[in-house]
């Protein structure tokens, strides 16, 4: 279709072409637009699949589609999740239009319509958002269709609908961002909310499911009775209009629809001249700190490692987006916490398991950014600086904040069962140091932007970093095992001993496979 | 009297890249001279230059800095040089104290020597009012004065610079100029890469010219119109260099 130059919807396609090859992957430093023939061909295998699975899931209510009021109670609370993770998506996604992709000037420059640009932003950012949950919720959709029941393609206008208020909150919490407390603060706030977002069902979940046994059955007590016929949440409320919707029932879609509309007109309205002014005028405007009294301090004089050491901390602790890329990790640890907490004395193995994981995890992370990411490695190269002493210290100063991490965790266990407390010491050291030595033998030289995309590396380093922080958790898990009154058995130990052979094999690989940098 | 050694002797340096980059490369600078090495694009200046530096490890041939083989003592060969690319090599955020405490440190230079060069340095270079800040907010002009300070942090002897003067304006053109002229002046060497010629012909003692990674004429400006054959007595360095590379 030939579309006008200029108009909205040559824009809109535009702006949807970068979205797709934004999708690409950055492989060895070379970028690649769009997904791979490969990645589309799985991704139609994988349509196909999910359309199969819905058919057979939903054949046994062939005769009888009609939705229950329970069933609206429970289709609005899985709608309730997704709504959460598109307001994540959404803010990642207001942050790459407003900041990352770095063509607003170009845009604004032009003779459009700066309501038109805005407007066609927003637009891309819901059908951003609402492409994920289309490819999963759609084929129940056409499996509805399929099978007769024509209401199940309501899954179309309440997904777009719900991705149309979650970007507008989205974009309006961004904007209102900005305006609080600028740009940079922005960035971090919104990638930190996002985070938290994305991770909020998964903590909720968690906190239940720790929560023993008393405190789930009077919260399940309080539900059944706030949601009983003729109780406030009851089943004709309001607030379950999103699962009516989802299930087919005309005045409740119109509702979502209209809700998603509104939110996206008003939002696209009311805030252009805001999105053009504000952010424009906060982007040109650097603020500097206050120079100190006395002039620049100096601290010359640290050994190189130290250099080296506070060089790379100072450079993750000043960029807010990586920390809260990293954040998002340690996030997973709380509920492990709780759990260490509140039951330590039975399952003390899965915890060091889970433990010696996420340290590796997070290693991974901190190592990939200080090896294979470094800023300036052709300075590293003509340094007359021993290189094993630079070495040395990149992977300290990736191992050292895990290390940290878990001090607090391995000082309760300590208290509780000391021996099991020095083998977790040991793995925990172990995996981050195998997880640091791994990143730098395989690491490609990359962009520290590239962080969310790294995985698309190298195929090989992958495996070799994910099978070591498995190995390195079943180690984990068998060793504290051991160390349990009456566990010890031959089995295990031979497991044991088994992982740790496979560790010693997979280490010599790696090392044979090492990539020289610096 | 024995000659002084040479900063820098190149002998047959070469390198391939599926074609040659840079060929048998013959090249000599002297001590305290500031040479300047031309060429069209693609002529494989940067790829000597990177060479020089220890980046790029020649395919045959031999670098020596200050008669120290690159390739067998490599730590102390680099102890004399500094190597500053087009793109400034900086961390976005550090600041400018922060990033010459990280290159003195690489280079191993004592902390009250630092201390005072780095004074004098950021101070030379109107840097000192932004020592605060970190470099990801500096113009294009400040992130190279800055990456010069880095190089020039443990006064080498060798200071080997990719195409400086790109993307600054005057003030920060005529700093760099000045900066480079006064090394020169207190013993060090320069060899620089550059594209503006007005540079070359007034600040380089001597020029060398390479094309398809072969030195084909070097001197003195007046020696390079002698090699010239129909270069008139006032011709520029622009006439030289577009007739030597057929480019007239």
Redesign the interface.
Known sequence: MKLRPGGSLWLLRHELRLYYFRMGITKAGTARRGLSRGNLILMALALVALHGFAVFLMRPFDQDYNASALVAIGATVMLAIVFTMMVSQGLKSSIDVLFERGDLDLLLSSPLPSRSIFMVRLAAVVIGTAALYLFLMAPFANAGLILGHARALAVYPVVLGMAAVAASLSMLLTLALVRLVGIRRTRVLAQVLGALMGALIFLISQVYANSGNSAQQTLGAWIDRHTAAGAPFGPDSLLWTPGRAVLGEPLSILAIAALGLAAFFLTANFTHGFFVRGVQQAVSLVKNAAAPAGGPRYRFGRSLAVTVLLKEWRLILRDPQLISQVLLQLLYLLPLCFMLVFKASTVVPGLGASLTFLCTSLTTALAWLIIAAEDAPDLLRTAPAPPSIVAGAKLAAAVAPALVLMAAPLLWVAWRQPVSAILLALCVTGASTSAALLVRWGAVPAARGDFRRRAAGSMVSNILEWGGAMLWAGLSWVLMALAQPGQVSLWVALAGAALFVLLFVLMALAWARRQRTP | MSEPLPALRLVGLCKHFGRPAVDHLDLTVRQGELYALLGPNGAGKTTTLRMV???LAPDAGKVELLGVDLAHE??????G???L?DEP??????K???Y?????????????V??AR??HL?DWLDL???????TE?FSRGMKQKLALA?ALIHEPQLLILDEPLTGLDAAAARQVKDLLLDHTRKGGTVLLTTHILEVAERMAQRIGIIQHGKLIAEGTLEQLRGQTADAADGATLEDIFLQLTGQA
Do not use: N, S
Not at chain 2, 74 to 79: G, H, I
Not at chain 2, 89 to 94: G, Q, T
Not at chain 2, 128 to 134: G, K, P
């Open positions: 530096a220890g980046l490599p730590a102390r060969a680099k102890q040089i500094a190597y690319p090599m900086l961390y976005a955020k550090l400018p104290t922060e010459l405490e990280f290159v003195a440190g690489l280079w191993g230079v004592e902390a009250g630092a201390e780095a004074r950021l000192t009012r932004h020592a605060h800040e970190l907010g880095g």
